[in-house]
């Protein structure tokens, strides 16, 4: 089954040929999407013109990618590496490694630092401008997920464990928590005023977190289930792999393995809308910075194993998005 082409949206050309692991918009702009895969390749698409611009790879699956700025990107996965690529250039350096996959990068731009997460147990702060390691800090446990916050970090291990660091000060963890889900972490993503996180789970639920550790702020927290579908009278819980927040409202989207998107109003506590549902699952969301633009990847995740069937292939749908769809009501 294809992704019927509906006005509003397109899948792009040249995918990859496995899974996609991620996707972020640039910075300033919603024409350039950033998509990291499992085929080993990170590309670069131009999504107005619809064509691919550069592709770069890496040894082993790629897990995780970010841009710098606008003419750099980050790249991690399986190899244990973290690769910087230049696009005016056309080049590739290898930044550094960790002692095991590097599941996640992101770049801080607030304290100017790229910060990897790995299954090593550690996070890496990086210098983008002498590309060299900045310090290593030990987690609890594996690396699962990260969202930045301004100058803070969120960071989410196996365990359900969540830490809170201060990028400008990491001589010791600003707070320790545990995930209010009692299933393992899918991804954290920040609130764009800073104020808290969204956390999602394994068994489709996702929780509101406020960073703010006064009991007055942290009553306001709350947990709420999704993707979840009824068939034959039986419950389905599927995982919720994806979040991206909407830059000027706060809202977010999320994605999961029953090929749903839905956006909410985490404030309001109210579910926005729901797009149609795609053959697959969804693995990566990204919304562009003015929130026009939502990136959705396509790719089947082996939640239930080798397919016995034909899932849907791997691909990325862009969609322009309206206020009606984003905007707090």
Same mark, same amino acid.
């Given at each position: ?17 496995? $899974? ?9 702009? @919603?024409?350039?999407?950033? !998509?990291?895969?499992? #085929? ?54 290898? &930044? ?24 090593? /147990? ?8 002498? !590309? ?8 609890? #446990?594996? &690396? ?14 196996? $365990? ?5 660091? #201060? ?13 209010? !889900? ?35 702020? /942290? ?32 809202? %977010? ?11 909410? #109003? ?7 809308? /729901? ?10 969301? @990204? %919304? ?42």
């Amino acid at each position: 089954m294809l992704v019927a082409e509906t006005p509003n949206e397109f899948k792009l050309n040249n995918p990859p040929s496995d $899974g996609v692991s991620a996707v972020k918009f640039g910075p300033n702009s @919603s024409q350039f999407l950033l !998509l990291s895969s499992w #085929d080993c390749s990170v590309r670069l698409y131009d999504v107005v013109t619809n064509t691919m611009r550069m592709k770069y790879n890496h040894s082993a699956p790629v897990l995780d990618c970010c841009f710098h700025d606008a003419v750099h990107a980050y790249s991690s996965g399986l190899d244990n590496t973290l690769v910087m690529y230049d696009f005016n250039t056309s080049t590739e350096s290898v &930044v550094g490694t960790h002692d095991a996959p590097v599941s996640c990068v992101e770049y801080a731009t607030e304290v100017n630092v790229v910060v990897t997460g790995s299954w090593d /147990q550690t996070i890496k702060l990086w210098d983008p401008r002498s !590309l060299c390691c900045a310090g290593t800090f030990a987690q609890p #446990d594996k &690396v699962y997920t990260m969202g930045v916050c301004g100058d803070k970090l969120v960071v989410g291990t196996a $365990g359900r464990r969540v830490l809170v660091w #201060d990028l400008r000060n990491m001589a010791y963890v600003q707070q320790r928590r545990e995930s209010s !889900l009692k299933y393992q972490t899918r991804c954290i993503r920040c609130f764009p005023n800073k104020q808290g996180y969204v956390l999602s789970s394994i068994e489709g639920r996702v929780a509101v977190e406020y960073l703010d550790p006064s009991p007055e702020v /942290q009553k306001k927290k709350y947990a709420f289930k999704c993707h979840r579908l009824k068939e034959n009278g039986v419950e389905l819980i599927y995982p919720v792999n994806a979040i991206s927040f909407h830059g000027s409202y706060n809202t %977010f989207a999320t994605g999961g393995s029953d090929g749903f998107v839905n956006i909410w #109003d985490g404030f309001n506590k109210k579910r926005l809308c /729901q797009l149609h549902r795609y053959p697959t699952g969804i693995s990566s969301l @990204s %919304f562009s910075h003015d929130g026009t633009v939502l990136a959705i990847a396509l790719s089947y995740m082996y939640e239930e194993g080798e397919p016995t069937e034909a899932v849907g292939e791997d691909a990325v749908v862009i969609r322009n998005v309206t206020d009606q769809e984003t905007k707090p009501k």
